[in-house]
């Protein structure tokens, strides 16, 4: 599987097995914009992921957030990365710069990324993008958030198979 991502930066006295460092090298790419079928394949079909502004769960909705990132930004910079906690979470400081299509604003934005895996099966079941280490916990973000997760998918297409991903330039 092509991992971009292969010099994984931990926190002193972090050791990851050579899994885990797969699993953190395929979330690197996904959030520098380089998703691919295969590294989704790492995902559980019922997986969720998480940030401020979405709640997505299932392979259909977070495939289309990752993807997503190529439509959204023009420019995806990883600034620092650094695993913290070996476990389940693994936990990693992420800080990223984001310029927006069309407009050319600039954000950058510092998260704690937690990645729960399955024990048995090894896979991704859940995501935690939290920007300045939270999530927001309200009936109404949260309500955004699924709808988010729902319209994205209708707007943003997901490669069906191996021969689309690489035309996509996966």
């Known amino acids: 599987m092509p991992i971009e991502n292969t010099s994984i930066s931990t926190a002193p006295g972090i050791n ?19 998703p691919s079928l ?14 401020p502004l979405t709640i997505a769960t299932g392979r259909d909705r977070y495939s289309a957030q990752w993807y997503g990132l190529q439509s959204a930004f023009s ?19 992420l800080k990223t710069r984001y310029v927006i299509k069309g407009i050319g604003k600039e954000q950058t934005v510092q998260s704690v990324v937690a990645i ?19 999530l927001p916990d309200s009936s109404i973000a949260n309500a955004f958030r699924h709808l988010n997760a729902v319209t994205v998918p209708k707007m943003i297409n997901v490669p069906k198979n191996e021969e689309e991903d690489v035309k996509k330039g996966n």
């Open 38 to 51: 295969q590294k989704l394949s790492l995902w559980s079909d019922n997986a969720t992921f998480s940030d």
């Open 75 to 93: 420019e995806i910079e990883r600034l620092h990365h650094s695993v913290t906690s070996a476990g389940n979470p693994i936990l990693m400081d």
């Open 16 to 34: 990851l097995t050579p899994h885990q460092k797969t699993l953190v090298g395929s979330i690197l790419d996904l959030f520098a914009g380089r």
């Open 116 to 134: 729960y895996t399955d024990d048995l099966s090894g896979k991704i079941t859940k995501v935690e993008d939290r920007w300045d280490g939270s």
